[in-house]
């Protein structure tokens, strides 16, 4: 068997008596989509928080393609090829958009192709026409498109994105789902998402986090007609 | 690789406001020593050493986002290791490179403890504070015969007097008269300038500005923002070294009170003063406001301290931006032919969010 893009074995988090992620196993092939989606406090963000290595397990072990990265600082992890959209937007206020996404397509490449890179992001995410306003001026939306964008320009082979579609329009949410799928052509991604009309329209592989736990992994369909899910989760929200 | 140059289309500044700021130094330079006596040069060339420590701090702070609270710490290393330097060999050339060196080095260890060991902001302000006192009675405390450097007695409170001055490199009997000491100060003055200027347009300035606004995405960029919060300290302290080496030769003496509180405060207020952000603001903001003690100082009618504090006070209330930041605001709204940047109109973000 080939070796997985992304694997966690047996990752335990626990802060003081409180364990926020227990014991989970879960592995990502190469261009693979999985969605993370469970109930608050299920322990989705604290999973995420040890994969991105701003947090370190208490227990377990996070591979890369076999290397191990367990809490391992987080500019390590990005330069192996690891993308990460954070749940509250981080972006550089201060900067254009042109020049942030530059400095994400600029490490360790040549001058002509970080340009080509930022021209081709910029393109993909429609921000050409703003390229050149301060990001600490855009609309919410908008900078949660400047960051997937500086995301994407480091051109990742894994990209993680916390609550994309938060505090989006409808229209937005939209664009984003079509966004996800393109990506998804060639780069694998783990998005954890509260959205379930979001999730329907992206996911192909759902993990169900429940308590610290894995609930069930499965197709998208399957998940959603789970009955226990329906339970923990969906039964007040999805519609 | 981080060091390799972006061209000028990616700048956000023009070039031509560095270029007239290049022009004017060296008019300034030039012009100088023909309009003005000993005294009046003299005077220039305090401002100009002072100008380089701000721009160390200007750099460090406006740009790395740096807070260092205790500057003068580099400022005196640079000045006690070129009086050392000075007295112990008869090429003062040595001297000079110690007086750069010598603070480089220190900030190297200093910042290593403080950004690998991930001290947050305003523990960084305090730690340089302190510093910069332990330094200030380490250099009180070295009177007597006992402490010497080589042939460079430390002297405790009374610092070292008749430091040989500057010479030219590689002939120790031309050593620099007056004007000399001016084209020298000046000389490094836009040196410093167009070296930082350069160092801004570099990809490694690039980041250093990128960590200054988002340190954590700088970091899931693969940016090690504690290597380039460490280079940013210390080509700072190098920086004030060189300030450190002109200030010691401008009164051929130095003493502990270059590692003063009063130096550390006045640099953060040269810089607020003139402008937080860019590099051209220190440089006014230090040499107005030592103009204003100066003055003060001559007339016996108001305390120094006290007119420092009452600038500082009305900068932040009135115009905290800064001297220079609100000029530059002034002029580009006078003159709207190409301001960087397109205004925010409702029609550009209506199309984005189609």
Known sequence: ?239 | MIFRKLKRAETSGGIWGPIAVVVAGLVLLVGAPMVTGTFGLLQLTVFAALAIFALAQGFIWGFGGILCFGQSAFLGLGGYAYAVGALNMTDTTGAVALAIIVPMLFAALLGYFMFYGRISDAYIGVITLTVAIILFDLFNSTSGDIYHIGQAPLGGFNGIPSVPPLNIPGDPDAQLDTTGLWYAAMGALILCYIMLKWILATRFGRVVVAIRENETRAQLLGYDPRLFKLLTFVIGAGISGVAGCLYTNWGAFISPTVFSLTMSAQVIIYVLVGGLGTLVGPIFGAVGIQYLINLAGGQHVIDPNLLLGIVLVAFVLLVPQGVVPVIRNGFRRLMPVKSPGPALTPSVSQEVSQ
């Open chain 1, 1 to 239: 068997m080939s070796v997985p893009l992304l694997e966690a074995e047996n990752v335990t988090m626990r802060f003081g008596g409180v364990a926020a992620v227990q014991d989970v196993n879960l592995k990502l092939d190469e261009v693979e989509l999985r969605c993370l989606i469970g109930p608050n406090g299920a322990g989705k963000s604290t999973f995420f928080k040890v994969l991105t290595g701003q947090l370190r397990p208490t227990e377990g072990v996070v591979r890369f393609r076999g290397q191990d990265i367990t809490g391992a600082h987080p500019h390590v992890i990005a330069r192996l090829g690891v993308g990460i959209k954070t749940q509250v937007p981080n972006v550089f206020n201060g900067l254009t958009v042109r020049e942030g996404i530059g400095i994400a397509a600029g490490r360790k490449k040549s001058l002509r192709r970080a340009r080509q890179i930022v021209d081709e992001t910029m393109d993909l995410l429609q921000l050409t026409p703003i390229a050149d306003r301060m990001v600490g001026q855009l609309a919410h939306g908008q900078r949660q498109w400047v960051e997937i964008a500086t995301v994407l320009a480091q051109e990742p082979d894994l990209i993680l994105l916390d609550e994309p579609a938060a505090g989006m329009t409808h229209e937005e949410v939209l664009r984003t789902a079509e966004l996800i799928r393109e990506i998804n052509k060639k780069q694998a991604l783990v998005v954890v998402e509260h959205d379930m009309q979001f999730i329907r329209m992206i996911a192909k592989t759902v993990t169900v986090f429940n308590r610290g736990k894995i609930l069930i992994e499965n197709q998208v369909e399957a998940v959603l007609a789970d009955p226990g899910v329906r339970d923990v989760y969906l039964g007040k929200q999805a519609h």
